[in-house]
Each structure stands twice: as structure tokens, then as C-alpha cells.
């Protein structure tokens, strides 16, 4: 079955159930499929989530038209209760969230609560998942408002997460001891945490909520805010940074990036 036919027959049994509120799907809506490497992320919203048996009760109906289901694949915290079906080679995950949680975090986030990335997941990378979240379901405008308030970009927001990542772009510490040992794997841990905390506070110095590394340098292009040919350089600083004879120079470069951001 094409998948976006199934996705389709799948949004129609959710939103039938009276809990549920309203269901977005992430990312791009109109990308092309890849099978084994695409997937499509469905956020449900409900007033309680329905239990493991009744989502599978829910589901039966779809019988015969995915190739497998993993029930709950994940239960409760940042990714809700989580299904996942496997369609003509794509995964497709409705993750359920209480909409009282979903309205609770978002608000601690924008009020700067969760600026720490919790192992790979950016916190404030789910502010610009709903941002951009397309709506297929919803009564009572639940997903339209939650998605108009974080559309509001608030200033603290961002001032704190810029002043939070800054500061930790450079980790003297071990940047001197790359400098003299001139190890490339080590160097390399080094190279990964400066952009990591770079990326966020140019993204935060551009009201821009940072996603992940996907669409960085489409993203980096359209910032108004940021050193000059600044793409370019980063991948100077990990071109460089992959021999020992070259360490020196990337770290030189490494130091002007921050500056320049800095004096932005």
C-alpha cells in the first residue's frame, strides 16, 4: 500500500477516538519517500492517551495494509507513547502526547527551562518541530495555538540560550591540550563540541530555533547575523582538523569563528 495512503487511513482511525485532540505530522510534508531511510513523525495530542490495548484495538481495522507494528516503542518522557508501522519500507511513528504535557513543555522550554540537550535530543529542536508542525487533525484550534505561541519568538528565550552556548565555545581546557599533543581524534571530541554549542548560539543570535544538524548550511545561508563566509569556515575548521600537521590552523580558525561571533 502507498504509504501516504496508508498515513492517511491511519490519521482518520486516530482522530476518531474522543481523546484525541489533534494530530501534526514533522518535517517536510511534500519530500520524497526513501525506503529504510525515510519516516514520518506524527504528533497526537489527546486529553488522556489511550491505552496500549486500545490503540492496538484502534488499529485493527488497518490490518493488512502495513507490513509490521512494534507497539510502544517507546512509553512516556520527550517522545510520548510511541507505535511504529512499517510501510512499503517506511516507518511511520504517531507518538501521544497529553495535550496538557505537550502545552506544559512547551512553555517551560520558551521560558528557558530545558536549554541542556538531553542526550541527542535538543529540547528547543522541538519548538521549531511545531513551528513548522503541519496540522492534519484538530478540534479547538489545539495544535493552531499551541503553534501561534511558540511562533512568538520570545526575546529571554533566546538571549539566555545565547548566553548559555557562548561561553562554551571555546573550552580552553582541552583546545590547549589539542594544541599540544596534536592528536586527531582527540581534537576531533574537541572540533564536535565547539560546533555543537557554535551552531546553537548562532542559531539562538538569529531568533532561530536550532532543529539539528539537518539543513544547516540552507539555514546558515539565510542568517543575517553571522561571520563572514561562515559555512565555508567550519568546514575548514573539520577539513583542517583531520591531520596532525594542519591541527594548528584549524585551531586558529576555530578561535576566530568564536570571536567573530561574539562581536556580533
Partial sequence: ?????????LVSVISNCKSVYGIGQTGDINAPFIPGKSDIDLFVICETVP????????YQCLSGKYDRLDMEVCAGGIWGYGDIFLCDGIDVMPMYF???????YIEEVLAGKHLEKEGRFYPIGRLASIETLNV???????????IAR?????????????????????????????????EVLFYHQVVEEFIDHFLQALYAKNNCYFPSRKRTEAAIASFQKKPTDCYR????????????????????????????????
Avoid at 492534519?136 to 499551541?146: A, F, K, P, R, V
Avoid at 533566546?158 to 594544541?179: G, T
Avoid at 567550519?234 to 591531520?243: D, I, N
Fill in 150 to 182: 511558540v511562533k512568538e519568538h520570545p526575546k529571554a528565550l533566546f538571549q539566555s540560550w545565547y548566553a548559555s552556548e557562548i561561553w562554551r565555545v571555546i573550552d580552553e581546557e582541552d583546545l590547549s591540550r589539542a594544541a599540544l599533543r596534536h
Fill in 98 to 104: 497529553t495535550i496538557t504535557e505537550m502545552r506544559g
Fill in 233 to 264: 569556515r567550519l568546514l575548514k575548521v573539520v577539513e583542517l582538523g583531520a591531520r596532525e600537521e594542519t591541527i594548528d590552523e584549524s585551531i586558529m580558525e576555530l578561535r576566530c569563528l568564536a570571536e567573530e561571533l561574539k562581536k556580533i
Fill in 1 to 9: 500500500m502507498d504509504v501516504n495512503a496508508f498515513k492517511n487511513d
Fill in 51 to 58: 491505552s496500549k490495548e486500545e490503540r492496538m484495538a484502534m
Fill in 136 to 146: 492534519l487533525y484538530e478540534i479547538e484550534n489545539s495544535w493552531s495555538d499551541l
